[in-house]
């Protein structure tokens, strides 16, 4: 199946932890992306990569890194975990100024 | 500044009935207004888009209106079906590469 897929799907962890989430897109896009939904539902953006240049990093923590070794790929790491890190965490992509795809989603907790 | 904002949190129709979702925005430099929906424990999944220089545009059971004038986007859906059920957001952007989310609307369907 042509997709955006992440793992793990639910990540629980303590306070303090590194953890990372991995993405991969086989659709070919030049674009992928970061996304955050809170518990309330609200979608935000964190990173944009283009052809693994970072474009869009939206005042994000320096605790959040990602990491993209090829276009089809971009990782999330996340170092010192805190409790307000809890959220669903979705990777995306998109050919340049087209139809964005997002993922199935990550999970969080932290404890 | 950016938002993108939802006129009801919560939306209940009768099966079979049409459904309208709307969405205010605020940034008349948007030009590129994009549907999703997301079912529980689901990413967004695309539904439908609209290009600024457009004011209606139609899918399978879905129309989206745009209205620049007022600043404001719809989603309508026809003879709603028990899987349309979803929480449904509204995104814009300037150029498709940054899209700024709306809160979502919860879509639930009586049978």
Same mark, same amino acid.
């Given at each position: 199946?042509?997709?955006?897929?992440?793992?793990?799907?639910?990540?629980?962890?303590?306070?303090?932890?590194?953890?990372?989430?991995?993405?991969?897109?086989?659709?070919?896009?030049?674009?992928?992306?970061?996304?955050?939904?809170?518990?309330?539902?609200?979608?935000?953006?964190?990173?944009?990569?283009?052809?693994?240049?970072?474009?869009?990093?939206?005042?994000?923590?320096?605790?959040?890194?990602?990491?993209?070794?090829?276009?089809?790929?971009?990782?999330?790491?996340?170092?010192?975990?805190?409790?307000?890190?809890?959220?669903?965490?979705?990777?995306?992509?998109?050919?340049?100024?087209?139809?964005?795809?997002?993922?199935?989603?990550?999970?969080?907790?932290?404890? | 500044?950016?938002?993108? $904002?939802?006129?009801?949190?919560?939306?209940?129709?009768?099966?079979?009935?049409?459904? *309208?979702?709307?969405? &205010?925005?605020?940034?008349? &430099?948007?030009?590129?207004? *994009?549907?999703?929906?997301?079912?529980?424990?689901?990413?967004?999944?695309?539904?439908?888009?609209?290009?600024?220089?457009?004011?209606?545009?139609? $899918?399978?059971?879905?129309?989206?209106?745009?209205?620049?004038?007022?600043?404001?986007?719809?989603?309508?859906?026809?003879?709603?079906?028990?899987?349309?059920?979803?929480?449904?957001?509204?995104?814009?952007?300037?150029?498709?590469?940054?899209?700024?989310?709306?809160?979502?609307?919860?879509?639930?369907?009586?049978?």
């Amino acid at each position: 199946d042509t997709a955006v897929s992440q793992t793990p799907k639910y990540l629980v962890t303590q306070m303090g932890n590194d953890k990372s989430i991995k993405c991969e897109q086989n659709l070919g896009h030049d674009t992928m992306y970061w996304y955050k939904q809170d518990s309330k539902k609200f979608l935000k953006i964190m990173f944009s990569y283009n052809n693994k240049e970072l474009i869009i990093n939206e005042t994000v923590p320096n605790r959040f890194s990602p990491k993209s070794p090829d276009k089809a790929h971009l990782n999330l790491h996340i170092n010192s975990l805190e409790l307000g890190d809890s959220a669903v965490y979705f990777c995306a992509s998109s050919q340049t100024a087209g139809v964005v795809f997002f993922g199935p989603g990550t999970r969080l907790t932290v404890l | 500044g950016e938002s993108v $904002g939802l006129h009801l949190p919560t939306l209940s129709v009768q099966e079979g009935d049409n459904s *309208i979702i709307n969405c &205010a925005y605020s940034n008349s &430099a948007s030009d590129y207004f *994009i549907w999703y929906k997301q079912e529980s424990g689901k990413g967004p999944q695309f539904i439908i888009d609209i290009r600024s220089n457009m004011d209606k545009r139609q $899918g399978q059971r879905v129309t989206v209106l745009l209205n620049k004038t007022v600043k404001h986007l719809s989603l309508q859906i026809a003879a709603t079906q028990p899987g349309d059920s979803a929480v449904y957001f509204c995104a814009e952007s300037k150029g498709a590469q940054k899209l700024v989310f709306g809160q979502g609307t919860r879509l639930t369907i009586n049978p």
